[in-house]
Structure formats: C-alpha cells, structure tokens
C-alpha cells in the first residue's frame, strides 16, 4: 500500500499568481520524485506604494514515498 506525503510550500513571483504557483513547482520538482497532486490552500500579495509587488501561491504538494 502507497504511503503518501504532503508538505507546504510558498511560491513568489512579481508577475502573476499563477506564475507562482507554477515556479513553486517547478522548484520543488528539482528534489521531490513522485509528486502526484498540487492544491492551492490560499492566494496573498505583497503590497508597495498601493501596488502589488509580488505574488504569493501558498501550496500543498503530495508525493508518493519510495520504498
């Protein structure tokens, strides 16, 4: 039987929140094997002078352990 294994993640980028949400994975594809699913718990901002200057995807990932 599969053991799975989530953990949480913070993705930022100065362009979009989808750009973070894609970066935090890409990221975490270099060292995580197996990642079977991506949920996306909430979406913040950092704010400056009134304008959004950077993007954040608060994520969870789950992964399938090796054995």
Not at 55 to 67: D, Q
Request: glycine content about 2%; charged content about 30%.
């Amino acid at each position: 039987m599969p053991v799975i294994k989530s953990i949480d993640l913070v993705g930022v980028s100065e362009d979009s929140w989808e750009d973070a949400a894609r970066q935090a994975l890409a990221e975490a594809a270099k060292t995580i094997r197996n990642i079977t699913e991506m949920e996306v718990l909430h979406w913040t901002a950092v704010i400056d002078a009134g304008r959004i200057k950077e993007y954040h995807a608060h994520m969870r990932l789950n992964f399938r352990l090796e054995r």
